[in-house]
Structure formats: C-alpha cells, structure tokens
C-alpha cells in the first residue's frame, strides 16, 4: 500500500469511527463499540472500501499504547498498592480457569488424549489463547463511564496487566513443552529484572519529572517529555525485557501519575488519542477481521470457544473477587472487564501456528471471540454501573 492510499484509509476511519461511534452515544452504548462496529463495516467483512495494512497496524499499535499510558496517569498509585495482592489473585484464576475450560472444551470435540501427547498439548494451547485479557477496550469503556480511577477499575486495571504477563509465562511453558529450544525460565528471569528495571528507572525518573514541573508548571515540554518516556518504556519492556509494549506504557504512567501535573499531562496526551489513535486501535480490530476460513465444522466449535472463553473469565474473577468480600454487582464489573480478547490473543495465536501447536483454521473462532467480547464488554459493563449509587457523570465527548 502507498503513502496516499493510506491517507484515503484514514480518512475513512477518522469518519466512519466517528461516525458510528456518535451513533453508539446515541443508542445508549460506549462510542467504542460504534468504533469496533465501524472498522466492520469499512473492513473485508462488509465494504470492503479499507484494507490492513502496516501502516494501520502501526497506529493501531501507537494507539493502545497511548491509551495504556493515559489508563496509567489516571491511576491512583496508593489504592494500586492496596488492591496488588487482590489484583494478583484475580489474575492468576483470570488465567487459571479459562485455560482448564479451553483445554477441556477442545478435548470435548478433538478427543482427549493422555497427558504429554502431541493432542494434549494442542489442547492446553487451545486454553492458553483463551488466557490473554485486552484491557485497551475496558479502559476506554471505564474512562467514558467516568468509573477508570475507582477501586474496580483500578483492581481491573491491575489484574489485566497481571493477567498478561502470568499468560506470556504459561505460553512460554507450553511451548518450552514441545519445542526444547524454548526456555520458560527465561521468561521469569525477564519479568523480574523488568520489574528491578522499572522500580529503578522510575524513581530516578520521577524526581526528574517532579523538578521540571515544578520549574515549568504547564508548559507543554511536559506532556512532550511524558509521551516520550511512554514510547521509550513501551520500546525496552518488548526489546530488553520481552514483555508487551503496553505494560512498558501502563508502568510510564504510574511513574507519572503522583505529579502535580498528572492530569494535564493526561489531558494534552488525550487530544491526539481521542482524535486519531485511539479511533483506529479500535477501528482496526473490525478491519483487520476476515471470515473467509469459517467452514461448518467449526461453527459448534467456534460458538463453544466464545462462551467458554467469557464465561470462564467472569467465573474465575468475578469469583475470586467475590471470596474477597466485594458485592455482587462489583464482582461481575471485575469479571465482565476482564472477559475482552483482542491483539494478545491473536498474537499467542500466530506463536502457536508457527511452533505448530495450532491449525489456521482455528483463528477463525479466535476472531470471533475478539468481535463478541469487543462489543459485549463495554455494553455490558455500562448496564451493570447504570444504577451504581453516587456514580460520577459519564465524560461527554463529541
């Protein structure tokens, strides 16, 4: 695809996630839903008038990237440290009964075989892709609800964050199991010295910060400064660390997030998000999406892996958040916030299919769990805060 090709393209989607999302507002729904629904509708599956691309790759990349760094800013880092041990432990049944129910699911209708067996594997891997949580789509929902810097949404945040990095371990191990050139080990070693890294990285950095900004109180070098460290952060956690660029943005905003400056930091961050990134991150999710390789065989297959795969998060944290003493109410908002598949789950996809744990016929209903949840979650989530007593107003964004 050339330059002005592309141009065409994101034009098309600046509008027609716009668009649909304006429409979404006005159906009562999160404008990310109109978003995903537009990517749809200009994408292979209906119009076909916007192809991916790199380029749309890129800055759907870009995208979540700042997003996860705004979700960071926003953060309260003192009710983040109170809710670590909650959040890790709705993280590990996050990851832990999704990856029993996938396993078992494909052992339902591929045959269960013993332990070790090539079968077997394919199946854990099977449980494995259902392990990944894509926050992107739940922080926006909670941003728009006005409810991302509350205990549930900070606990969801934590949790998913986690969620990830314990699934790129189970995932390393899988494939340690059938390919020897692997090393699991590695993948701890790397989480740790990330975490070393981070600790160390983000002290210096935000005494740094904190001078500047008391020097240069809202000068735009801070925002500028700020979006910097994001890319830089989001760059080592994948390059030294192998850990997802998003947690290296989430971690550049905690660092952040306790200056004065905060949330003017977050807010000039926002303009470029909400107007260009943020529209084709989510946009690109239905672009991106092909149903070319659905054949009958996979369609029991594929309806059981998106039941499974939402169910079994909302049991394994809904359900652990609710041995934890939160409400009903609370313990599903835990449990529907982190049912969302999107990039991490088909990127476990395509590491799967290249070590030849998986078919390419099994995309298909990976995919659709990435549409189904994309738009159910943030449908979902609104209903269950629509009653929420002292609810803060919602952000009016147009």
Not at 176 to 205: E, R, Y
Request: charged share 15%; hydrophobic share 50%; glycine share 10%.
């Amino acid at each position: 695809m050339d330059s002005i090709t592309f141009f065409k393209d994101l034009a098309i989607i600046i509008v027609s996630a716009k668009v649909f999302g304006l429409l979404a507002q006005k159906l009562k729904a999160p404008q990310v839903v109109g978003e995903i629904i537009a990517g749809l509708v200009i994408g292979p599956c209906l119009l076909g008038v916007v192809e991916k691309s790199d380029h749309l790759s890129l800055l759907a990349e870009i995208g979540v990237v700042m997003l996860m760094f705004e979700a960071g800013l926003e953060t309260d880092l003192k009710e983040l440290i109170r809710t670590g041990v909650k959040a890790l432990l709705v993280a590990c049944a996050g990851v832990f009964v999704p990856l029993v129910g996938g396993t078992i699911l494909y052992s339902c209708f591929y045959g269960f075989e013993s332990v070790g067996s090539e079968g077997f594997f394919r199946a854990v891997f099977i449980g494995t892709i259902m392990t990944a949580t894509s926050v992107g789509i739940t922080v926006q929902t909670l941003k728009e609800l006005g409810h991302l810097n509350e205990p549930i949404g900070t606990l969801i945040m934590s949790a998913a964050i986690i969620d990830d990095v314990i699934g790129i371990i189970v995932l390393t191990f899988v494939i340690g199991f059938k390919n020897p050139d692997s090393k699991p080990s590695a993948v701890i070693v790397h989480t740790l010295l990330f975490i070393a890294f981070s600790f160390g990285a983000g002290f210096l950095t935000y005494y740094i910060f904190k001078y500047i900004d008391k020097k240069y109180p809202h000068r735009r070098r801070i925002p500028i400064f700020g979006l910097a460290l994001c890319m830089f952060m989001a760059f080592a956690a994948e390059e030294f660390f192998e850990i997802a660029d998003i947690t290296g943005a989430y971690v550049a905003g905690l660092i952040l997030c306790s200056l004065k400056d905060s949330q003017y930091i977050a807010r000039k961050v926002d303009i470029n998000s909400y107007m260009i990134f943020g529209p084709v991150f989510f946009a690109s999710i239905g672009v991106t999406t092909t149903l070319s390789g659905f054949s009958k065989d996979l369609i029991f297959f594929s309806i059981g892996f998106v039941l499974v795969a939402m169910i079994c998060k909302i049991i394994g944290c809904g359900v652990t958040a609710k041995l934890m003493k939160y409400n009903v109410r609370d313990s599903l908002k835990v449990g529907v916030g982190m049912m969302t598949r999107g990039e991490v789950a088909l990127i476990v996809s395509k590491k799967g299919l290249s070590v030849g744990m998986m078919d390419e016929k099994f995309f298909t209903p990976v995919i659709l769990l990435i549409i189904v949840s994309s738009i159910s979650t943030p449908i979902i989530l609104k209903l269950l805060y629509k009653d929420s007593k002292d609810a803060p107003k919602a952000a009016q964004v147009s």
